[in-house]
């Protein structure tokens, strides 16, 4: 066990081993974190599923922004009730009130307001929903009212908006443009139609105070988001409502244009990353050595069959080749694993062969034939141990190499629609026009999340070298 | 002699991927059934042109149709479609041989043609024109620096251009590409975010070069970062290992001015195996050119794999498969016999 711990030792004295290995903690960490946390079919029913992502604000920045620029962006915010604070009668219709308030504190306009709707019961005829905005000086907008269509069949308690919430786009909504309208009219006294209504944007409106006919500047307050249930039975209720403040800046890195919460993406790479850079490595290392091994101890015809084999699949230029074969194999990241061994393992079958020709001629090996030991014996207990540190290195170093490939293809367009990884994030993000529209956020996070995980490796691999190859010790 | 058959050794060699790589690709095309795709569609767009042709003579809609289905036929037959693929495998084989790639799919060439060796004539010198001028400069400043480094080995500077030298492998270059222009196109507007010329195009021969240049920095710039660090780290390795060796030791043991010692002694026999680098990492730096180019939308045959991918032109994507390959292999050749005249061990 000495050797081991020596060359541990050896391995543990540089600095870039230290780093690669935190890294590589840092990075399991991560990825059994989200493993255990984020379903396995992630990515086909929530990151390729628009719907799921239809309430949150399309490319926008990471909400930390606010730390570093003057003007304080609108923040995402979902204001929820599920509960009405209070109940009123009036000529014979109940008023259920479902409260919220939120405080406006930003610098800028929400990009969209969105009302949503859950679970409606209902015990006889169907009831109205309003929605009251009250705003900091004291005027009160009818922002919207919601008729629930028809009376459903079957016995009562009748629910509606059950299965999906309804959910209502009040920003550029027609209904809203007029209700304010009347806003405009009463608070200001200045008459502006749907049209400018919808040109200003509903949100100006509601949230900001009027400057002149066009512009508008944010009023900051206390809002009351009331929703409004009438009714004739006391029964009827609201399971959940949510108004929905669309924010100029979302979470803690962004979404891109389909309002895709990057961070969920970006988490969701870390384990892929490191699937595809360890089943690569792995099975390509394994062939290779093998081959190797078996090429350089047996010698004669087979040695010659496979080193002409090798020389020929390492000769061929191997991206042109993967996206062949990806393009063709549309889309799945098995065969692209698969082709990254099929057409990685020859430099190593051609290194390890050399190596073993030396070792061959070793006393101990001859000690090993003169004692009958057999080929596969001699290969595996006298042969492969000395092969080893370097084959183990090499596997390291394969590592980072099948990350980059992966997320070379996939900014091809050639990724696994089913997995998103980093480089399918990027891909969208080009397609998107993303750096040329200045959506730093969507670019940079994902290329250093791949820089940072094939340089994890690849220190591994330098700290590595000198325990390997002890003939690089003598440069200092 | 020697020579001669050290060369041949390797053409056949190098003869034997490029066949390889097209029966693979033929192979996994037929198996898949994508070839089929591929015939019938080269075979639509002879039909269309006969039916252009046949509709001024003939003015009946029937007999027209009645023609055209009976050159259909003959034309399945031809092409060998009634047949099973791996039938007409050889044709298929040969086709591809003689550079009769067929037609894309939606790309086509500044006339209009759809001809893919057409659209690939168009392409492959601004692929040349990019790699050629990003792979000298790189070559130039990895051996400046690299002589440089070799002799201050162990200093700080050296070590941080080996740690340099590392990270720049875990970059992806059309990641860096993107970067480049996000800050030197959308921040600081200095540069073009990509294509060649400007559109319009300026007037005049030095004004088209200027603009020329403009496109061409951000590219290159992007693919020295990429390449040079991997390629200083080389040469600095290799000067070191040979300025170990014993004959270097007793030139400067008779008193031979540093200099000539470096030139002579050291530069000189690292020449062989330098080349060897250079031909071993051709093909990553070819990978590195048809990525770039897609993020610069450099008219080459980089964005055109991309264009391909995009419109699902299969035709497309086998032709740029096999021509790529026989670049890189017509390049690896030069290379070689560059390497034989270089090293005179390999010679005599």
Redesign the interface.
């Known amino acids: 066990m000495g050797v081991v711990r020596e060359a541990f030792e050896e391995f543990w004295q540089s600095g870039v081993s230290k780093a690669g290995v935190v890294l590589l903690a840092i990075l399991t960490a991560i990825s059994i974190y989200v493993v255990l946390t984020m379903p396995m079919d992630f990515g086909t029913r929530y990151w390729n599923n628009p719907l799921y992502w239809a309430d949150n604000p399309k490319a926008v920045p990471p909400a930390w922004v606010n730390h570093f620029s003057k003007v304080k962006h609108t923040v995402h915010t979902i204001l929820i009730a599920s509960q009405p604070v209070g109940v009123s009668y009036k000529t014979g219709v109940y008023l259920k009130y479902y409260n919220m308030t939120y405080n406006y504190v930003y610098d800028d306009f929400p990009s969209f307001i969105t009302l949503k709707i859950s679970n409606v019961t209902f015990y006889s005829e169907p009831p109205v929903i309003q929605l009251y905005i009250t705003r900091p000086d004291g005027f009160i907008i009818p922002l919207y009212t919601l008729s629930i269509p028809s009376q459903p069949s079957g016995l009562p308690p009748y629910r509606v908006f059950s299965k999906g919430s309804k959910r209502i786009l009040l920003s550029g909504d027609l209904y809203v443009a007029r209700a304010l309208s009347n806003f405009l009219y009463e608070k200001y006294g200045v008459f502006l139609g749907t049209t400018n209504v919808m040109q200003i944007g509903h949100e100006q409106i509601v949230f900001g105070d009027m400057v002149n006919k066009t512009y508008f500047k944010p009023l900051k307050g206390k809002y009351i988001i009331s929703i409004v249930l009438l009714t004739h039975d006391l029964r009827d209720s609201i399971g959940r409502v949510e108004f929905v403040i669309g924010g100029r800046v979302y979470g803690l890195m962004g979404t891109d244009t389909l309002g895709r919460d990057l961070a969920k993406g970006l988490l969701f790479g870390f384990p892929v990353a490191l699937l595809i850079g360890f089943v690569t490595s792995i099975f390509t290392t394994i062939i290779g050595a093998s081959l190797g091994i078996i090429s350089g101890y047996v010698g004669g015809k087979i040695d010659e069959l496979i080193q002409r084999f090798a020389d020929i699949v390492n000769n061929v230029p191997l991206l042109p080749i993967l996206i062949f074969l990806c393009f063709i194999f549309k889309g799945n990241l098995w065969v692209m694993i698969a082709a990254l061994i099929a057409f990685g393992w020859p430099g190593l079958t051609i290194v390890v062969r050399s190596m073993v020709l030396q070792i061959k001629s070793a006393q101990f090996v001859e000690a090993a034939i003169s004692l009958g030991a057999s080929k596969w014996r001699i290969m595996a207990r006298h042969i492969f141990p000395n092969v080893a540190p370097f084959i183990l290195a090499q596997l390291i170093f394969f590592t980072p190499s099948a990350i980059l490939s992966e997320a070379a293809l996939s900014f091809l367009g050639l990724g696994d629609p089913r997995i998103p990884t980093w480089g399918q994030i990027l891909e969208y993000g080009f397609r998107n026009q993303a750096i040329f529209l200045g959506y730093w956020w969507w670019i940079l996070p994902p290329g250093i999340l791949i820089i940072i995980s094939a340089v994890t490796f690849v220190f591994i691999a330098l700290g590595l070298e000198p325990v390997v190859n002890p003939r690089l010790r003598r440069w200092r | 002699m020697a020579l001669a058959k050290a060369l041949a050794f390797k053409a056949i ?2 003869m ?2 490029l066949i ?2 097209l029966f ?2 033929v192979i ?2 037929g198996m ?1 059934g ?1 070839s089929d795709k591929i015939l019938r569609s080269i075979l639509n767009e002879q039909l269309r042109g006969i039916r252009q042709q046949l509709a001024t003579r003939i003015k009946d809609p029937n007999e027209l149709n009645k023609a055209l289905e009976q050159i259909k036929q003959e034309l399945i037959k031809a092409y060998g479609l009634d047949k099973p693929w791996y039938a007409r495998m050889h044709k298929m084989v040969l086709r591809i041989l003689r550079l009769d790639l067929g037609y894309a799919r939606t790309i086509q060439t500044f006339s209009g043609s759809k001809k893919i060796s057409d659209i690939l004539k168009e392409r492959i010198p601004n692929t040349i024109l990019l790699m050629t001028t990003a792979l000298l400069i790189n070559y130039g400043i990895g051996l400046l620096i690299g002589v440089k480094l070799a002799a201050k ?2 200093t700080l500077l050296d070590r941080a251009v080996s ?1 340099y030298s ?2 720049s ?4 270059t ?2 860096l590409g ?2 480049m ?2 800050v030197f ?3 600081l507007h200095l540069f073009p ?1 990509g294509g060649m010329y400007s559109v319009p195009p300026p007037q005049g021969t030095f004004l088209r070069f200027l603009d020329l240049l403009k496109h061409v920095t951000l590219p290159v710039i992007t693919l020295i970062i990429a390449l040079s660090g991997s390629w200083i780290y080389t040469v600095r390795a290799i000067l ?1 290992s040979i300025a170990q060796e014993d004959f270097v030791t007793v030139a400067r043991a008779k008193g031979l001015p540093e200099n000539l010692v470096l030139r002579r002694y050291i530069i000189r026999p690292a020449a062989p195996p330098l080349l060897t680098n250079i031909i071993l990492g051709l ?1 990553g730096s ?2 590195g050119a ?2 770039t180019e ?2 610069f939308g450099w008219p080459g045959m980089g964005t055109l ?2 264009q391909a ?2 419109s699902v032109d ?1 035709s497309l ?2 032709a ?2 096999y021509v ?2 026989l670049i ?2 017509l390049a ?1 050749f030069l290379l070689e016999i560059l390497y034989v005249i270089l090293d005179p061990r390999v010679r005599y």
């Open positions: 060699s190098l034997i991927v390889g790589v693979l690709t996994i095309l898949t994508v080995s162990g740690l590392a990270v492998y875990a970059i992806p059309w990641w993107m970067l222009i996000l196109h959308y921040y975010a070191i093909a070819m990978g048809i990525l897609t993020v794999y991309y991918i995009m299969e994507i086998l740029l498969t790529f390959t890189y292999i690896r």
